[in-house]
């Protein structure tokens, strides 16, 4: 499965990247019934910070956005997101060819998100940082500027000059 295909079923829900399990039972080739069943049989190896269930307001929300069916649809269950340990711990939880192979390439997935994030940061910091020295630089252009100007305004006392051209007779 390509990089991209998985990066586009990667979530953003409570600050965390995720995957949600109907999505993960598609790629694993499984019923979501026999991952979910799976998975509830080993809750110990799913903390809070491995999966977490959608509350009302992040499901109303997906739902909103299209990601995800309609409650109706779902049956009114409410899905499972896994973050990316919680994508590891299932392998051993399903224990098939199909989902290691699929969770490699999910693991490697999250890695260029968070590489990529990463770097994202990197470039933000730099762009202010140039920001940064712009306007020091403008600061001291605007100074020159001003100083200018003011010394235009300031009137200079001008001696009495004698008159160019012919003289009148």
Not at 26 to 43: F, I, P, S
Not at 64 to 93: D, W
Not at 121 to 147: C, G, P, R
């Amino acid at each position: 499965m390509k990089p991209q295909e998985i990066e586009n079923k990667i979530y953003e829900i409570r600050h965390q990247n995720v995957m949600l399990y109907f999505d993960l039972a598609e790629m694993y080739q499984t019923e979501t019934r026999a991952l979910k069943q799976a998975v509830r049989r080993n809750l110990e190896r799913f903390p809070i910070d491995f999966m977490f269930e959608l509350n009302e307001i992040e499901i109303e929300s997906m739902v909103s956005q299209n990601v995800i069916p309609s409650k109706q649809q779902l049956g009114g269950a409410k899905p499972f997101a896994f973050t990316e340990q919680g994508v590891a711990m299932l392998s051993s939880v399903l224990k098939s060819k199909i989902a290691i192979e699929i969770n490699i390439s999910i693991i490697r997935a999250f890695v260029l998100m968070r590489q990529y994030a990463l770097s994202h940061i990197e470039l933000s910091e730099k762009l202010n940082q140039l920001e940064n020295t712009f306007n020091k630089k403008f600061n001291d252009v605007a100074e020159a500027l001003n100083f200018l100007l003011q010394k235009d305004h300031i009137e200079t006392e001008q001696k009495q000059r004698k008159p160019i051209g012919y003289k009148k007779q």
